[in-house]
Structures are given as C-alpha cells and as structure tokens.
C-alpha cells in the first residue's frame, strides 16, 4: 500500500479565506474561456457562485481580479486583470514548492531509516 501526503493552502485576511484552490481555479478557467459563465459551467458550479468567489476576493484584496466585457454582436465576457494573472502564477509556484517540501518532509519524518517505501 502507497501512502501519500495531501496539502492544501490558502490566504486569509480576518480568519476570512481569501484566495485558495478554488479561486484559483475559477480564474484560470475564466482565463481560457473568456467568459465568467463559461467557466463556471466549466466547474459545473452555479454563475452567482462563481461571481461571489471573484467579488468576495476582490473585495478582501482590495483588488480587481476581472474586467468585465460588454455584450455586443459575440456576446460578452470577462478577461484577468494583470494583478489576477500575477496572483495566480504566484499561487501556482507556492503550490508547487509547498508540494515538493511536504513531500520531502513527509518522507523524512515517517520513513527516515524506513524499509517501507511511500
């Protein structure tokens, strides 16, 4: 049997979650597909869902994560601001790196010296 280590990280601002994986994800969707809606369908959650995320962070970061684009002949849409495209490629480093140190770490706490193999 293979054990493994699971992780997850998140910011918070006043006990309140600010940023995590779920955001991160929304964003990313919303990045590839253009459109709020098309990514929330993606993540097979509910458009108001997906628009409380963005807007609850946006409000604890003080920041703008989308710009909306008006409906026209194509519809409409939403595109990432810079600071959205900055924070989610820093989110994604800091899970990389957190991943390979719990894994390093988890190996060296419980099978240091260890025949049994993770």
């Given at each position: 049997?293979?054990?493994?280590?699971?992780?997850?990280i998140?910011?918070?601002?006043?006990?309140k979650?600010?940023?995590?994986?779920?955001?991160?994800?929304?964003?990313?969707?919303?990045?590839?597909t253009?459109?709020?809606?098309?990514?929330a369908?993606?993540?097979?959650?509910?458009?108001?869902?997906?628009?409380?995320?963005?807007?609850?962070a946006?409000?604890?970061?003080?920041?703008?994560?989308?710009?909306?684009?008006k409906?026209?002949?194509?519809?409409?849409?939403?595109?990432?601001?810079?600071?959205?495209?900055?924070?989610?490629?820093?989110?994604n480093?800091?899970?990389?790196?957190?991943?390979?140190?719990?894994?390093?770490?988890?190996?060296?706490?419980?099978?240091?010296?260890?025949?049994?193999?993770?």
């Open positions: 049997m293979k054990i493994a280590i699971k992780s997850k998140w910011f918070e601002k006043d006990n979650n600010v940023f995590g994986k779920g955001k991160y994800l929304i964003l990313k969707a919303i990045d590839e253009g459109s709020l809606n098309k990514a369908k993606r993540m097979n959650i509910s458009y108001r869902r997906a628009w409380s995320y963005i807007t609850g946006e409000k604890r970061l003080g920041k703008a994560l989308i710009t909306k684009v409906g026209g002949k194509h519809g409409g849409g939403a595109i990432l601001t810079e600071y959205a495209k900055d924070l989610i490629g820093k989110f480093v800091l899970e990389k790196e957190i991943n390979v140190f719990t894994e390093k770490t988890f190996k060296d706490v419980f099978f240091r010296g260890s025949q049994e193999k993770t």
